[in-house]
């Protein structure tokens, strides 16, 4: 089955202690990326990667890491967790070819609470 | 003023009425125009997608876009309970390989027996 998993689904840390939220994707995509989803905000592009190795900025890059060692994974790492970073987020992926946009697939979530 | 303005709702509907959702926004670059529907506790799924002007149309859903207003719709005819769901529009510029994707907010759709 293609599919997009994440996790932890649900996590509770406390402000400054370094967490790491785990994408992978079995569907040989190419490009991946990272939203966060907030209430009244909708989702917002956190980074993306077009491939192994090629990484870049979204929207709402601060506080965010990423890296892409491999094509199937995708880790999104918080260094210094703080409450403003408390938020739902979601992974992303789709081929490079074929029509834009078309075979985009999310992730289930990962809701984050930071104290 | 943000790029992409979408109403959150909740909006409430009797099954099988018509339902109407629409968003707005002001970047006149964008080409891409998608709804993606999104149960509760799960991620968003692609529903439908337009590229530039026109209408498109899949079983009980039909998208429309109209550049020249700025505003893109979706439309649900014969709508049942299982589309009750938050429904949230995106849309691109050309920058195909970028991927910026700008969301809407979201509408919150209920549909009761």
């Known amino acids: 089955e293609a599919q997009v998993t994440q996790n932890p689904r649900y996590l509770i840390t406390v402000t400054g202690k370094k967490l790491t939220v785990t994408c992978s994707q079995n569907?040989?995509?190419?490009?991946m990326s990272w939203y966060r989803q907030d209430p009244g905000l909708g989702l917002r592009q956190i980074y993306y990667?077009?491939?192994?190795?090629?990484?870049d900025k979204g929207d709402v890059p601060e506080g965010y890491k990423v890296s892409r060692k491999e094509k199937r994974n995708f880790p999104l790492i918080l260094e210094s967790p703080s409450p403003n970073q408390t938020s739902l987020y979601f992974c992303?992926?789709?081929?490079?070819?074929?029509?834009?946009?078309?075979?985009?697939?999310f992730g289930p979530g990962t809701r984050l609470l930071v104290l | 003023q943000k790029e992409v303005e979408q109403d959150p709702g909740p909006l409430s509907v009797p099954e099988g009425a018509i339902v109407s959702l629409n968003c707005t926004y002001s970047n006149s670059a964008f080409q891409y125009f998608m709804w993606y529907r999104q149960y509760s506790r799960k991620g968003p799924e692609l529903l439908m997608y337009t590229y530039s002007s026109g209408n498109k149309e899949d079983g009980r859903f039909t998208a429309q876009v109209d550049k020249s207003s700025k505003y893109i719709s979706l439309f649900i005819r014969d709508s049942q309970p299982s589309d009750s769901a938050t429904y949230l529009c995106a849309m691109s510029d050309k920058s195909y390989n970028t991927d910026k994707l700008i969301f809407g907010t979201g509408t919150r759709l209920q549909v009761f027996p």
């Open positions: 992303a992926s789709r081929r490079l070819a074929g029509t834009f946009q078309e075979t985009q697939y």
């Open positions: 990667s077009m491939n192994v190795e090629v990484t």
């Open positions: 569907m040989n995509h190419e490009y």
